[in-house]
């Protein structure tokens, strides 16, 4: 039987609201942390083909990660996803899975990989706590993975999957983005891997991150298109799952696979938001889509030994943070220039 560590002593005043709430009553209860702007693939639609990454100063350290994961969960925070980039390529990233991996009062740590580096370390995340596995899979094709990718190896991908059946993960699910012209030939093959292997698989329509080779309205493809091609056969029906994010899920009939549709797009799901992301430089974005941000990096160098600045910052946070995102694909500029990978995945 694993222990849950206890969290360290938080002494909030009176004055201060315990938990996150918004200037719109919805509660954050789940952030995403990237710690890494890192990869080893350069998927089209989340980075540019030849990035500069950020000089190790001006990431945060995986002590500072493991602080704010602390702080946040002390403030009511239960699920802890980790993103980067591609978070198994940090050194030492095992580190920080085991050091929050079994904080008390924090439900769930998950995982957001590319399944690169899984085959190595699945066993390892395991033992650390990790209760959930999302990879990121958009073909099925070696040449178009590679070619959508640019630079990654769909067999190593696959061996990671198995690695992380293997060693027992019961929650893991495929991460898939369809492009018109791309892969959108692929939504039923994508299905059909997930239900040989009894896994999930969410689709994920293209957001207006970033600067691109195309327009984002010529790839556009709609998870109301894609979920009547998928009903053309299978019989699916309506799923009171959820995983605390945005994805709203189809049970496929006479199978252990759920379909996760998350769609900015078509069906904007701003109204229920309980989540924000920090990425790797210690900025604390209130949403994916919108520029609204506090620095919290400089906070806690200035602060080694008192997170109460940390903490009122993230209070007064819940103030700024937007009624929702502005996507609109006819714009001719991304919705938010910053990269999808600076943001996390």
Same mark, same amino acid.
């Given at each position: ?30 952030i ?10 350069r998927?089209v ?5 030849? /990035?500069?990454?950020?000089?190790? $100063? %001006?990431v @945060?350290? !995986?002590e *500072?990660? =493991?602080?704010?994961?602390? +702080?946040?969960? &002390? ?5 802890v996803?980790i ?5 198994l ?13 079994h ?7 998950v995982?957001?990989t ?5 085959e190595k ?22 040449q178009r ?8 190896d ?8 198995q ?7 019961e ?7 369809? /492009?018109?012209?791309?892969?959108? $030939? %692929?939504? @039923?093959? !994508?299905? *059909?891997? =997930?239900?040989?292997?009894? +896994?999930?698989? &969410? ?23 894609t ?11 309506p ?13 496929v ?12 797009h ?38 080694p ?34 990269f ?5 995945g």
């Amino acid at each position: 039987m694993i222990k849950k560590v206890p969290m360290p002593a938080q002494k909030i005043p009176g004055d201060l609201p315990g938990e996150l709430i918004d200037q719109f009553g919805r509660k954050v209860d789940y952030i995403r942390l990237s710690i890494t702007d890192r990869c080893d693939f350069r998927c089209v639609y989340c980075m540019a083909e030849d /990035m500069t990454f950020l000089p190790r $100063d %001006e990431v @945060l350290s !995986l002590e *500072e990660c =493991a602080r704010l994961v602390k +702080i946040f969960v &002390s403030l009511g925070v239960t699920k802890v996803r980790i993103t980067g980039g591609e978070p198994l390529v940090r050194k030492n990233a095992l580190w920080l899975f085991n050091e929050i991996g079994h904080l008390e009062n924090l439900n769930e740590l998950v995982l957001t990989t590319n399944g690169s580096q899984l085959e190595k370390q699945a066993q390892d995340l395991k033992n650390a706590g990790v209760k959930r596995i999302n990879i990121s899979v958009d073909s099925l094709d070696s040449q178009r993975f590679k070619s959508i990718t640019r630079t990654g190896d769909l067999d190593k991908v696959l061996k990671g999957i198995q690695a992380a059946k293997r060693v027992g993960f019961e929650n893991i699910k495929l991460n898939s983005v369809l /492009m018109r012209g791309i892969n959108d $030939d %692929e939504a @039923l093959p !994508l299905l *059909e891997f =997930a239900i040989k292997h009894a +896994i999930d698989i &969410s689709f994920i329509e293209e957001m207006p991150l970033g600067e691109v080779n195309h327009t984002r309205e010529s790839t556009f493809v709609s998870n109301a298109d894609t979920l009547k091609l998928l009903q053309s056969k299978y019989t699916l029906t309506p799923s009171t799952h959820n995983s605390g994010g945005p994805a709203r899920y189809w049970q496929v009939a006479g199978t252990q696979t759920r379909i996760g549709f998350i769609s900015p797009h078509s069906h904007n799901f701003c109204e229920s938001c309980n989540r924000v992301r920090i990425t790797c430089k210690g900025e604390l974005f209130l949403c994916l889509g919108q520029e609204d941000k506090v620095d919290l990096m400089p906070l806690l160098r200035q602060h080694p030994d008192d997170d109460m600045p940390v903490i009122r910052a993230i209070l007064n946070s819940m103030s700024i943070k937007p009624k929702g995102h502005d996507f609109d694909l006819r714009r001719a500029e991304p919705a938010v220039i910053r990269f999808m990978s600076h943001t996390g995945g």
